[in-house]
């Protein structure tokens, strides 16, 4: 276990469908992270938090939307997906976002199917 | 442009022998390097980080090196396990305000007994 969870670890929508993935971290950290990690390709960060405010969005379509209510969650809301949205989307946290050994510790991860 | 090259993309071995994983980066001003171990559907697990003074980490039957001259690193994994099977990610990241990380591509090892 890494200290950070997340919900639900498996997950099938549709494309009209809205759903929403939870992360939650029992780390005390500051920062937090999603990924997306689809299949033989390396993770690709979607957004950071940083205090509850988001500092990067790497181009991400706007049919993801983040969330971070507080320093602990983080959620990702889906809503009109693709096809190619599949991955599994993980969630990481660290102390902090910036300098030196800002080590991030990850969760299982979240395996999306859009059908 | 930050890259970070891994090398070979898969690799088999037979349980108990060693292996050594390579990992070359062009990620400037560096900052830090990290292996990780990703089980299939699973989130990356931290195996090591080293700054630029370290040379070499060992973490159990993990050794990773790192030469910032040369800009590479290695994992080297002692009488391998089938629990090893994994994929293994070298991660660099850049001393900026951001510090901002690049992900390598990953090594699939498969452990056979």
């Known amino acids: 276990e890494t200290g950070v969870t997340q919900t639900p670890r498996h997950l099938v929508m549709g494309m009209t469908n809205k759903k929403s993935l939870k992360c939650e971290q029992h780390?005390?950290?500051?920062?937090m992270y999603w990924y997306k990690q689809s299949a033989k390709k390396p993770l690709e960060l979607m957004f950071v938090?940083?205090?509850?405010?988001?500092?990067e969005n790497n181009s991400v379509p706007s049919r993801f939307s983040p969330e971070c209510p507080n320093s602990s969650h983080l959620f990702l809301h889906l809503h009109t997906l693709q096809p190619e949205d599949s991955a599994l989307y993980l969630c990481?946290?660290?102390?902090?976002?910036?300098?030196?050994?800002?080590?991030?510790?990850f969760g299982p991860g979240t395996r999306l199917t859009v059908t | 442009k930050n890259q970070v090259e891994q090398s070979p993309q898969s690799l088999i071995i037979l349980e108990g022998k060693n292996c050594t994983l390579q990992?070359?980066?062009?990620?400037?001003?560096?900052?830090?390097l990290r292996w990780y171990k990703q089980d299939t559907g699973r989130g990356p697990v931290s195996l090591t980080i080293?700054?630029?003074?370290?040379n070499t980490k060992s973490n159990g039957r993990y050794t990773a090196t790192l030469d910032a001259d040369t800009k590479q690193s290695s994992l080297h994994i002692t009488a391998s396990q089938l629990s090893d099977s994994a994929s293994y990610i070298c991660?660099?990241?850049?001393?900026?305000?951001?510090?901002?990380?690049?992900f390598g591509d990953g090594t699939t090892l498969t452990v056979k007994p």
């Open positions: 990992c070359n980066y062009t990620v400037s001003p560096f900052s830090n």
């Open positions: 780390l005390g950290h500051n920062a």
């Open positions: 990481a946290s660290s102390e902090t976002q910036g300098l030196d050994h800002y080590e991030q510790y």
């Open positions: 991660v660099v990241s850049a001393r900026t305000n951001a510090g901002k990380s690049t």
């Open positions: 080293m700054t630029f003074s370290e």
């Open positions: 938090y940083n205090f509850k405010e988001q500092t």
